[in-house]
């Protein structure tokens, strides 16, 4: 397509869209003028007290309701943000080398962080071993 067919398809989608804002703005002023009228045609003299402190209950047991689910939503996304964070932890964080707290006759075992200490009786004949966590 040339140059004068860009410009004639602009021209027509400005004219189609001119047209949709005209009838989208007759759409919003006629939603308007009828939420307007519907306000006029409420009457709060023939509610009676019992409907009112009916409907302000009813609000109350809702809002009591929605806390409710969603502390038990942010409950479940702090414990699963947790347990993403625990695995994490263990993945990631045990597989550096182990700090230098532990003493001489300790040595690592396996990718974590669990040193074993030769036991005082016997270690080398039995093979028991005191393990001590990260």
Known sequence: MGTLG???D???RDKENRELRKRNRERL???YHRLLDSE???DLSQMT???MEDIR???LEKEELDKAA???AMLYLALGMALIFLLVWLLVGCSGKPSGATSAAARPVGRCRMWCLPSAVSSAAAGVRVW???
């Open 49 to 51: 007290i019992e409907k």
């Open 40 to 42: 006029k045609n409420t």
């Open 6 to 8: 860009c410009i004639n």
């Open 132 to 134: 001590i966590g990260p």
């Open 57 to 59: 209950r009813k609000t």
């Open 70 to 72: 969603n502390f038990k």
């Open 10 to 12: 602009m021209l027509q």
């Open 29 to 31: 002023t006629d939603t």
